[in-house]
C-alpha cells in the first residue's frame, strides 16, 4: 500500500516498523478496539503518478545490456529458492532476471517484525552508476514493493518496483532466466 500511494503521489507516507503488533504497543488512545463507525471524509488527493517509482519490462530488459558491468542494478524479493528456480505462485517459468541480486524480502525484517537498519540493507546491496535508480521485482510487485519503500525509507532515495514482476517477465519466453 504504501509504494502504491508513493506512485500516485502521496507525500508523506510511513511504514509502521512492527506491523500491527508495533501499534497495538502503542498508548491505547491511539488504537480503537471494537466495531468502528463508517467515516465519510472527503479530501483533495490528486493522483500525480511518480513515473521514476516504477519499472516496466523494457527497463529491465535494458538492464541485462551490459550484464558484465550492470549500470542499473536489479534486485529479486523473492526467496532464495524462488531465485533459483522454484515456483509458487503462478509463474509461467523459474528462474530470476540475469544480473539480479537476490534480496529476499524476509530478510527485510528481525525476528520481531520490525525492519532492518541501513547499513544491513546496504550489506546487500551493490551501487547502481549515479543517477540511475535500481529496480526491484517478485513474482507480483508486493514483496519488491516493499523492498523499493524500505530502500527510500532507509537511503532516502527511490528505487522502482516492477510490478508486473515474474508473471509478465516468465509468461515471454524471449526473455531470458538463470538458474
Not at 508523506?12 to 471524509?41: C, F, H, Q, S
Not at 517478485?138 to 530502500?151: E, H
Amino acid at each position: 500500500i504504501a509504494w502504491s500511494l508513493l506512485y500516485w503521489g502521496a507525500r508523506e507516507v510511513a511504514l509502521l516498523n512492527g506491523g500491527y503488533p508495533a501499534w497495538e504497543d502503542l498508548p491505547d488512545t491511539l488504537v480503537i478496539r471494537g466495531k468502528a463507525e463508517p467515516m465519510r471524509v472527503s479530501g483533495d488527493f490528486v493522483v500525480e503518478p511518480v513515473p521514476e517509482r516504477r519499472a516496466g519490462m523494457q527497463e529491465v530488459r535494458n538492464s541485462l545490456q551490459d550484464s558484465a558491468n550492470p549500470k542499473r542494478r536489479v534486485y529479486d524479493a523473492r526467496s532464495l529458492a524462488e531465485f533459483q528456480g522454484r515456483t509458487e505462485f503462478g509463474q509461467k517459468r523459474g528462474g530470476h532476471v540475469p544480473g539480479a541480486v537476490s534480496l529476499p524480502a524476509e530478510t527485510l525484517y528481525h525476528q520481531n517484525g520490525t525492519y532492518i537498519e541501513a547499513d544491513a540493507l546496504a550489506r546487500g546491496m551493490m551501487p547502481s552508476a549515479d543517477g540511475l535508480v535500481p529496480i526491484a521485482y517478485c513474482v507480483g510487485g508486493v514483496r519488491s514493493a516493499l523492498l523499493a519503500v524500505l530502500y527510500e525509507a532507509r537511503f532516502g532515495k527511490i528505487m522502482a518496483n516492477y510490478p508486473e514482476s515474474m508473471w509478465e517477465w516468465s509468461a515471454d519466453t524471449a526473455l531470458p532466466l538463470t538458474r
